[in-house]
């Protein structure tokens, strides 16, 4: 079961540069998105959502992007800082209680 | 600033112990939740506990699982026998109430060690 995917296990960006982080989602009943971080041992902390009525939302230096014909979104940060390096999970849920996660994608930001 | 506390952090049992994870959601948090992570793979929803009832599971969550708010403050997560495949970190999050931005605040987790 793959309703959500992330499709890159890890990405290094420089410091100060921009960090784009990709999911990818098959559930065309999924209406709501949302990001999280998290670091080791802690548990996910939730950074940004978009609901599917709308293609951006922003937040300081995190912008998530939807594109619901493609079933994709993207969250972009910038610039990037080294407190950043994290994993970060993109979820979706059709409304419900139900948060389905993706497998993450380990951010790594280059001092 | 008001977070979800769970507790043990680690707990170890031997296959087949009954274990009890215990989670304190944010106080004025009406819907409350379980999730896990097995090393290496996705966070999977348990299941969703709203108004002292559960309102959605998981094919994960069968008989050997079960949920219960005993009293105003702490919500249970039980697992009557324990399988070597129930090894996880185990996540309680809670939410305030249907909002638009769907967020659900997730404690520090408990890590399952099953011997």
């Known amino acids: 079961d793959q309703q959500v995917k992330q499709n890159s296990p890890s990405l290094s960006v420089q410091e100060g540069r921009i960090s784009i982080l990709n999911c990818d989602y098959t559930n065309s009943m999924f209406d709501y998105f949302l990001w999280y971080k998290k670091y080791p041992a802690e548990g996910p902390t939730f950074l940004i959502s978009?609901?599917?009525?709308?293609d951006k939302n922003e937040d300081g230096r995190f912008t998530v992007f939807l594109n619901k014909s493609a079933k994709h979104l993207s969250l972009h940060i910038v610039p990037s800082q080294p407190g950043d390096s994290a994993v970060y999970f993109c979820a979706a849920t059709p409304g419900n209680e139900k948060l389905t996660f993706g497998t993450g994608t380990r951010l790594t930001i280059i001092p | 600033e008001p977070e979800v506390t769970q507790t043990p952090s680690h707990q170890v049992t031997q296959m087949g112990q009954e274990v009890i994870l215990r989670c304190v959601p944010i106080?004025?948090?009406?819907?409350f939740y379980w999730y896990r992570q097995i090393l290496g793979q996705k966070v999977e929803f348990l299941v969703s506990?709203?108004?002292?009832?559960?309102?959605?599971k998981s094919e994960i969550f069968d008989d050997q699982f079960s949920v219960e708010r005993p009293d105003g403050s702490n919500f249970t997560l039980k697992i009557r026998s324990t399988k070597l495949e129930d090894s996880a970190m185990y996540f309680c999050a809670s939410k305030i109430r249907d909002q638009p931005t769907n967020e659900q605040f997730f404690g520090p987790g408990t890590r399952l060690t099953v011997l």
């Open positions: 106080s004025n948090h009406l819907y």
């Open positions: 506990f709203y108004n002292n009832e559960i309102s959605e």
């Open positions: 978009i609901s599917s009525i709308k």
